[in-house]
């Protein structure tokens, strides 16, 4: 009971995490060059701040990035992944690449998506992340949600770089905290009955089982400060949370990766 009311505060406050918006919804124009805009609101400055306070006290390994280090870390993401360059105009909107493609999210979303495709674009984002982290670079809020996937091309595109793993983890810690992030908010959208054979999925397409001793303890206990945190990339109910660590403790979870 006392674990059940612990993880019911930490969903409520994963909640209140989530609904902190420093970014204006992205503007996408059209024309022979498709582009995005972004740009914080004006009060970002202090609610990073704050953030930044939260997610110390939570013990979460990532945080939220400065304006500067924000560009500077599209630019270096986008240059290395695209070969595509980031503007920055005079009121500190990034101007992006357009990508083609839905949300991992939005597809997984939509009830009339057949098995076959759902299965197809899960792999790519798994399999996107997983050349991610062969170039050197983690995402730290790999959510579904930050994943395009354009299923005519049969690829996938990470974006939105706003957060950063703090330094001090190893890159075991900070790719298993990828994956355990995508894996969540995939399998908060996945039916109970086919949660095992999505985490294979994910684990198979990703091929790394290095990470599999730092994404399991991800999933052991509720008794953790960062686990508000992960609940607000995905808010997973009390059962399946403990389902997806039975799951990842059983041999068929990790062998197949």
Known sequence: MIDRMYFFACRLLGWMLRSARYTKPPIVEGGSTPRVRKQRAFFAPLLIWMSGLVVRLLDTGVRVLGHREWVERER??????????????TDGTLVLPYLAGETLAALLDDLEL??????KAIERAAVALAEFHQLGFTHADAMAENVLVDLESGVAHWFDFETIHEPGRSMTWKRAD???ALAGTCLLRTVPEKSAETLRLILDAYQDTSIAGELESSFTSVWRRSLAFHL???GLSFDRFHEIG??????VGVAHS
């Not at 986008?78 to 070969?83: P, T």
């Open 232 to 234: 607000a990339q995905a």
């Open 178 to 180: 990828d994956v355990r």
């Open 246 to 251: 039975r799951l990842l403790r059983q041999p």
């Open 76 to 89: 270096l993401i986008h240059q290395a992944l695209h070969r595509g360059s980031v503007h920055v105009e």
């Open 114 to 119: 057949d098995e076959l495709t759902r299965t």
